[in-house]
């Protein structure tokens, strides 16, 4: 299966001078600098860990366009998480550390996910370089004046920092941290702040909880439009899907949201090509294969097509421009040059380019493999494509795929190939889904995205019936109105044959067959039957499923 959020594996060293540290650009929270405790380096098994989780947001933002800040742990319990001026360093503070842990490990591990995450898009997104430039240049009439608008970004950097670090953590895998209020409380209640602040040095408790609401808003709609973006991509819907993701790119820049939107461009472009020169799967490091409807007789298409596919190589270019060693973004640009019949550059890419950290990327490996053999067979030389896709030692699907379309075998059948039957979720059945917008029209919650497309919502907080689900419209100007059908997390209903959350993803296969279409998440995978989604969690389980339906 294909990775839509790739993690490039990344050593954070710790090289930080904590004797004489300069004060903090960013700080998680803020107190008066007479209670402010010296800084002690802190190493051990609490490092570790969450040096771990450093790392792993390091690898996930994916941007290598800046030195990355070292990592520091420290025993004073001065600002929870921070940012040194400059961006050289973050830190985490032992006291928050145990604060968040005490929440158990996972929830515990997303909040210090969600606080790192918070620091790192202050470096990203340079919220320090005016308060450093002011620092710096306080003798300068421009200095004095920009250290006056430093109060003035505060507010709109700390939500961004908020809600884009959360986003971040969810990228990397952590479940969405909707306890920052909580949180917040805790750690006022155990930091050492005065009864009463007259330095106006750090905000109330009551502000930041305030502050804290709206950035998990934010940071919710952003991961709905990503998780719903990823399912219209799953299903086919490339053209609405593009658009979803160009909206988080509004946002969020990150190598795998450009990697991803190329992605999704080429399987466009696939739509104006010809059943018959779409025998092979293409091994895109997105996993969606190609839908059963085509575009034959298109001929004056070929120049829109052609498009598209130069459109999805600038997407790879701009992966590829954040992390120069990000190989998936070099075998999604060869399979855009294999579109285009530019065989050579294909190759190159596939052969050579995509061959970078082989030990990081498998899987990228095996698949590049993959558009090898299928330049071979363009080259007319079968037996040499089929004898190279039997030597895989792990063949992915698409592997299997082409190899048996090559061979001219065909798969065993299942005991159900049609797939699963739509059933109802909370009560709502399938064939009233498309229903559902005329009935609760003033329960919906709407979003424009672009002014292009118009996006509704309903879930508990508007629908008392809609206990464990949310309801989904997608209305596109250009297609047929997309309405979804989502569990939430553990769900106790269960499907139309009887399966339930935890169902092994080898039983639904026996049952079903392989999905026409599949997608890996950062959370597991989505698998895509006619009528029904299957959310697979990590473990390979089933964790949560939706009914579409067009209108």
Known sequence: ????????????????????????????????????????????????????????????KGDRRFPVPAFAMTKAANNAAFLVYGGTQIGLEEKAYDICMSLGETQGEAAIAGLLGHELVHYYEKHQWRSSFAQAYTELEIGRRLRGMVDQDKVNN???????????????????????????????????????????AYPSLKDRQALAKKSEEKLKELVTIFEVGNLLAAIGRHEEARVFYKHILIDYQGREIYNNLGVITVLEALEYFPESQRAYRLPLELDLTFGAGGRDGFGDKIEKRNKLLREAISYFNNAIGMDPDYAPAYLNKACAYYMLEDNNRARFYAGVEAQRNAQQYPKTITDAKVLLAMLDVRAGDTNKAIQQLEQLEAPSAVATYNLNQMKGTTAATPNKPDGPDAYDIDGVEPYNLTAFDRQYRHQRREIQLFEALDFRIWSKATVEQLKNSTVYMVKSPNNSNLYLHLTTAGYEGELYDGFKVGTSRSE??????????????PTGEIMVYDEVLLLLNQKGQLARWANYKFK
């Not at 639904?508 to 998440?521: A, C, F």
């Open 1 to 60: 299966m294909k990775t839509l959020i790739l993690c490039l594996a990344f050593s954070t060293s710790l090289a930080l001078h904590l004797c004489g540290q300069p004060r903090n650009a960013f700080s998680y929270i803020s107190k008066p600098a007479e209670l402010e405790q010296e800084m002690e380096e802190l190493v051990g098994e609490k490092y570790e860990n969450a040096l771990a989780i450093y790392n792993k947001l390091v690898e996930t």
């Open 508 to 521: 639904l296969v026996e049952y079903y067959g392989e999905p026409k279409t599949s997608l890996e998440m």
């Open 158 to 200: 700390e939500t961004q920092a908020d809600y884009l670090g959360g986003f971040l953590a969810y990228s990397a895998g952590y479940p969405v941290f909707d306890q920052r209020a909580a949180l917040l409380a805790k750690i006022y209640e155990e930091y050492p702040f005065p009864e009463v602040d007259t330095t106006g």
